[in-house]
């Protein structure tokens, strides 16, 4: 059984959208791609006509990834989250206890995670320690380098 994950709205269009384009677009160039090397003849010899095969064998598995995502992909309604703990699509301000330095985060789906922009992942440990957290709660977080501790300041929506 597969892990349902919540999106914002931009979120499903996004994955929408690379579905699409991976099933109009690049499914026909990799299929024109094996006709042309399987044109160049013998089979058993021809190198591009095995890496066309492998790059269709690939697009064919993420095409069936994302299928699986959008099927349990579930759109989140943000006016209707508690704001007075984490959840996810929660923008979060929290203060490393060690260090005094301050950050901002929103908790996202994996898919939707990019730390450039500040999105961390819900199944990351960042994210799991934060999650159910109330304003000055401080969560304890296993990283790699030891145990953090960060001070949850505030809890907003978009």
Do not use: F, W
Not at 34 to 55: H, P, V
Not at 58 to 73: D, F, H, P, V
Request: charged share 30%.
């Amino acid at each position: 059984m597969s892990k349902v994950s919540y999106y914002t709205a931009e979120g499903l269009k996004k994955l929408r959208s690379e579905l699409d384009q991976l099933r109009d677009v690049e499914r026909p160039k990799a299929s024109q791609a094996i006709a042309e090397a399987r044109d160049k003849g013998d089979l058993s010899e021809n190198a591009e006509y095995d890496a066309a095969k492998e790059a269709q064998g690939l697009l064919e598995m993420r095409i069936s990834k994302l299928e699986g995502t959008l099927a349990n992909a579930r759109l989140i309604d943000e006016s209707q989250l508690d704001t007075s703990k984490v959840l996810v699509h929660s923008n979060v301000t929290i203060k490393n206890q060690t260090n005094g330095q301050q950050m901002k985060y929103k908790l996202v789906a994996q898919s939707e995670a990019d730390l450039k922009s500040g999105k961390i992942s819900v199944d990351s440990p960042i994210g799991k320690g934060l999650l159910g957290k109330k304003v000055g709660e401080i969560a304890e977080i296993q990283v790699p380098n030891g145990t953090v501790k960060l001070e949850v300041l505030e809890i907003t929506r978009d």
